[in-house]
């Protein structure tokens, strides 16, 4: 899987993805990430990459040339025909969630878009853009850290990344459904025991038990997910 960053701060991507398991993914080769920065492609001979808003308004916004021009080299990377999907990252765009990065996590390739300042010249985006994504209702400085937790979300996702396949199935969302509690040694800490259940080495019980878990924290911490597990599973 290839990740292509459009953005003005491309060690600000570098340096938070370069460690850890997506490092080690990028070194053993499992993903590759490639950034791209849009001041890099301005034409403006001081380097400017923003301008004022038509119709006024607080802020500057980035001009759609350089963004396009940035697009560009990326394109022109690949092969002719081949069309990747283009992910703007922005408060507008659909919320991010796990359905959605088990999807993308089939691509063969990702163009991510981060904004800075009011945004982007809507006529580029209309352009080149596939999909509008937001990490939830609250507004960021930039695109970079919901680009960050795009990819990482994305990449656990792509086969070799994880050493343990298994986790990425019985993970939380799975079914609607938030993961349940976990422990590890020791057995007792400040007085609080492991349950017994997990001792037990029942493998029906310790499943039921999860299970049961799973449902009562869902119902509590995520009624909306609850209900959504509900509708699915009570037809
Ligand atoms: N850029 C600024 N705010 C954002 C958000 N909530 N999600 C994605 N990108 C953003």
Not at 32 to 54: A, E, F, M
Not at 69 to 83: H, I
Not at 86 to 91: H, K, R, S
Not at 224 to 231: F, G, N
Request: hydrophobic letters at 35%; one cysteine or more.
């Amino acid at each position: 899987m290839e990740f292509h960053i459009l953005t003005l701060f491309p060690e600000m991507i570098e340096q938070g993805l370069n460690t850890s398991i997506i490092g080690k993914a990028i070194e053993k080769e499992c993903i590759s990430l490639n950034t791209y920065n849009i001041r890099d492609y301005t034409t403006n001979k001081h380097k400017k990459v923003d301008d004022y808003t038509y119709g006024g308004g607080a802020g500057m916004l980035m001009q759609a040339q350089p963004v396009y021009d940035a697009y560009l080299a990326v394109k022109n990377s690949m092969p002719e025909t081949f069309k990747p999907r283009v992910i703007y990252l922005c408060p507008q765009g659909v919320p991010f969630c796990q359905n959605l990065a088990r999807e993308l996590s089939k691509e063969e390739s990702l163009v991510l878009i981060c904004g800075h300042y009011e945004g982007i010249d809507e006529r580029v985006l209309e352009e080149i853009v596939t999909d509008y994504v937001s990490l939830g209702d609250y507004v960021l400085t930039g695109g970079e850290l919901a680009a960050m937790v795009v990819v990482d979300a994305v990449s656990r996702l792509v086969p070799g990344v994880l050493n343990n396949e298994d986790s990425a199935v019985t993970e939380s969302f799975h079914n609607h459904l938030l993961e349940y509690p976990q422990y590890s040694r020791p057995e007792e800490w400040r007085g609080k025991k492991v349950p017994e259940v997990l001792m037990s080495g029942n493998h029906k019980k310790i499943e039921e038990w999860r299970f049961h878990q799973s449902l009562e924290r869902t119902k509590h911490f995520r009624p909306d997910l609850y209900e959504k597990y509900l509708k699915e599973h009570k037809k």
